[in-house]
């Protein structure tokens, strides 16, 4: 989310140094050498694993009307939990009538591990949506931005469409002249690099049906999976109705699954330069620097709404897992 928010597969080559036919040589071996690559599970969390993840119980750095709760506080008030049947449920306070200008009790977890590269895939029942209300699935290195972010997931309120986007140090740009290879649209906006007054980062927006919110949810909501390697960032979805059988069977082929819904590539983004040490991440913040803007009469209006627990009846993560496989 805009902050406002190894596993190496082989060497960068020097995009700045190539010449143009070996520019696109090396380019096409790197994408080779990840359609032929296997996958191998490294970490798999569900259930109580998410509630060891690490607990941000700071100050909302995208300025939302949020008090993030530490572990103790999030699991004593009912706001972090795993229900019978094994889904991890992190959820906005649904319960409580706020005074003006009181923030409202939240949950934001990272896992215990960072990575660098690999295939990221988290099965989720259901994401939170609603008034005010801003949840985001991200990934995030140290020293913002440095060490980059990528978001998976990522929208306001109870939009139907998907903003996925990277944010940076200087130097990294989504490649527009790539977009036939992604099924996303891309924003005006292709510098991803973030800090100071524009922290827009490079986005891509997902309008397929049942991607977010709601028609995410109708479904049973699906899974997201991304790879981050040398040749590049991708992105797909799948709905609960066509999740690919690879996925399934635990030996997922991202070769096999098509055009991505967004993808970063290394000709205008040096991947090893821009993102290491990501640690994966769940949260939902309220109003805020996106939030708070988009609301329908400006950020008064949508930290008044805050204050009515009505409006966060549905403003839960249920999540299945994640796993995180290595090549």
């Not at 999030?74 to 972090?80: E, F, M, R, S, V």
């Not at 649904?94 to 939240?106: A, C, F, P, V």
């Not at 799948?238 to 082929?253: L, Q, V």
Request: aromatic residues 10%; proline residues 6%.
């Amino acid at each position: 989310m805009p902050a406002l928010s190894a596993l190496v597969f082989l060497a960068l080559p020097l995009v700045g140094l190539a010449a143009p036919h070996d520019h696109f040589a090396r380019r096409h071996h790197n994408a080779s050498l990840e359609a032929r690559a296997a996958y191998t599970l490294k970490d798999h969390y569900t259930g109580n694993d998410f509630l060891n993840w690490d607990f941000f119980s700071g100050g909302d750095p995208t300025h939302g009307a949020v008090n993030y709760l530490t572990k103790s506080e999030a699991t004593a008030k009912g706001l972090a939990y795993v229900q019978k049947d094994g889904t991890a449920i992190l959820a906005v306070d649904s319960k409580s009538k706020l005074g003006s200008g009181d923030n409202r009790d939240s949950v934001r977890i990272s896992s215990p591990k960072s990575y660098t590269y690999g295939l990221f895939i988290a099965d989720i029942f259901a994401m939170p949506h609603g008034p005010t209300v801003w949840p985001a699935y991200w990934t995030v290195g140290p020293n913002w931005p440095n060490g980059g972010e990528i978001d998976i997931i990522e929208g306001v309120g109870d939009s139907d469409s998907n903003q996925m986007t990277l944010h940076t140090s200087g130097g990294c740009s989504l490649d527009t002249g790539a977009a036939s290879q992604f099924t996303g649209q891309h924003t005006n906006h292709p510098s991803c690099a973030s800090g100071g007054a524009d922290n827009d980062g490079c986005g891509v927006t997902d309008l397929s049906a049942h991607v977010y919110g709601h028609a995410f949810n109708l479904l049973a909501g699906g899974v997201y999976a991304h790879t981050v390697a040398p040749s590049g960032i991708k992105i797909w979805h799948f709905p609960r109705t066509a999740i690919p059988a690879d996925i399934t069977a635990g030996k997922p082929n991202p070769a096999t699954w098509g055009k991505p819904a967004a993808f970063w590539s290394s000709a205008t983004c040096n991947i090893a330069e821009h993102f290491k040490d990501h640690v994966i991440t769940f949260d939902t913040t309220l109003c805020g620097d996106w939030a708070g803007n988009a609301f329908p009469g400006g950020m008064d209006k949508c930290n008044a709404a805050v204050e009515d627990p009505d409006n966060f009846a549905l403003a839960q993560w249920k999540l299945n897992y994640v796993s995180v496989y290595e090549s």
